[in-house]
């Protein structure tokens, strides 16, 4: 992708949010997957992280520590 700003990183894994807001974007969706995801990650224990830069990209990292049996 085109890198997400520091601005719209702060609200990435908010419920409802979509950083492309016009009418004519080609991705739909619900704005949910990613608070989801980082709900899930965070009750059980783990973090999820993006690091980004505008015209590079973005990475996404979750780690989810590991539970002794």
Do not use: C, Y
Request: aromatic letters at 8%.
């Amino acid at each position: 992708g085109p890198g997400i700003s520091g601005d719209d990183q702060k609200r990435l894994f908010q419920k409802f949010q979509q950083l492309d807001g016009s009418d004519t974007r080609v991705v739909g969706g619900t704005g949910l997957g990613l608070a989801i995801s980082k709900s899930i990650i965070e009750q059980h224990g783990g973090q999820v992280e993006v690091a980004s830069e505008l015209g590079r990209g973005s990475t996404f990292t979750f780690v989810v520590p590991w539970a002794a049996l």
